[in-house]
């Protein structure tokens, strides 16, 4: 009877509505030229006609026909959403990448085999009700006009599955347009608030996955584990570090001046068609000199390059279309910070540019929006004593800086994602730090900069520097960002690694440096 108890309390709470964020507010959507069958071919070419919303970035719409000649780079995408997109079929249902305001994906650019530039990637995390399992499964993201690769595997979904579907972007803004008239509301889709979207982060449904893993983890009936120690991590930090314990994504040891942003899913590109496919086994050996299309985000940051360094193991769970292979994803990180979240953390602050509002203010509401979908606390006295924009600054500084320099000698052994960044993970680590507190205009506080970097010829940091003297913040009633003045103007950075070149892109638009992270 109790077990009963539990899972009805279970369901209602994932079966509840998300409040706060109507989609069509970001545009007034049209209907539909006929309804998606979710049992029909993931073929997307059978689907409906896409239904086009507005945004920041101009009225959007999927389906162009004639090419637009650019005179400007474009940074913005559309991404259509298939119809039930929590549904198996819907997550074996390529997502479709096109240009906004009516432009073709090779006008604007927005094709998969530009994803360095404008890449989107999709991630599901999925959760049974009943026992409290999860898993992971990374819909397919195809340029629109084209077919898969290899058609993506149909998951088998638990029974009354809790899904939670988060968004990343290599550009600056994507935009959520429905396939059908409701895909967005069928799958709790939120891009942020009317006339202002988050930018490269969107998200279906987080807010009922975590509420629902939340309830789970309270009934003892979901276990997540702990984040580890590891014997190779120099303490420090002094009461402020959280010594051997292994860093998660709130830990102020690794966050930059936008968290919990972006996701691991990996896609593999065949260069000889332009055709993306999952990254699966099966894929990488039957698809000939396919070259893996990467998000770079905190979660691959830290899951693929910090923690194998550090000696620490990400949160991994079976991969419904991998063959139940392990693998990480954006919302099991954020379950993993919150099962092990340190005391002094880092959650989104209200100065992070994706959470400003259109005029570059800080804005409660939204930041409380952002933080609901990756199931993180809303903004209160409690946690703006680590997290309000002036208190993030001092953490970011006092906790980060004396990090990466009492583990340098161990960071340096590491590959840096992007070697125009910075010749190793330490150096790499420490430009970001460097940008990161210029980005988040941390000097408005009466904070000094604490990273000096070595550039070399490029632009690359080949050394750096610190200054671990403890800092406390002042001016801490700042309401916006101002335009940051740059320090340093590094030329275009390019990465070594497959797929990573967007780390250095130029910031977005509130931000005027060169953002080393893409995050």
Known sequence: MALGLTLGIILAVSGGPVSTVNQSSLGACASASASADPS????????????????????????????????VANVNCDIIVPAHPLSARGLATPYQLTGTDGQTPAASGCEMSNAANLGAFVQATILNPRNGKLYVYNPLVITQGTTPAVNPVVPTLPRNAVVTIDFGFNGTDLIQVGATANALQQGNCVNGQ?????????FCNGINFFNTAFA???????????????????PSGGQLGTGNDCPVTRNFDMVDQDPSDNVTTEYLLNPATGQTAQATTANEANIANSTPLLNGSDNTLL???????????????PDLGNNDQPSSSQALDELLSARNQPRIAALVPENDEMTLDGNGQFDTAKTNLYR???GQAPVSNQNNQTSSPAMYCQNMVNIQTPFIAANQTLLATGQSP??????NLFTFLANRLAMSFTNLNCQNFGLTNPVTVTLD????????????????????????????????????????????????????????LMNPSGM
């Open 303 to 317: 899951d693929r390059f910090m923690d194998p360094v550090l000696g620490c193991t990400p949160f991994q769970v």
């Open 194 to 202: 009317a006339g202002s979207i988050f930018g490269q982060q969107s």
């Open 40 to 71: 029909a071919s993931a073929d997307p070419s059978a689907s409906a006609s896409p239904v086009p919303c507005t945004s920041t970035s101009g009225s959007a719409s999927a389906s162009a026909s004639a090419a637009v000649t650019t005179t």
């Open 457 to 512: 010829g490029n632009g690359a940091a080949i050394a750096a520097t610190f200054n671990t003297t403890t800092q406390t913040a002042t001016n801490t009633t700042e309401t916006g960002t101002g335009t940051p003045t740059p320090t340093a103007s590094p030329s275009p950075w390019t990465s070594t690694v497959p797929g990573w070149g967007w780390w250095g892109r130029r910031g977005r638009p509130h931000h005027q």
């Open 216 to 234: 789970l983890e309270r009934f003892g009936l979901l276990r997540v584990p702990s984040e580890g120690t590891s014997a190779k991590i120099v």
């Open 418 to 423: 992007v070697a125009g960044v910075g010749d």
């Open 372 to 374: 609901e979908e990756v």
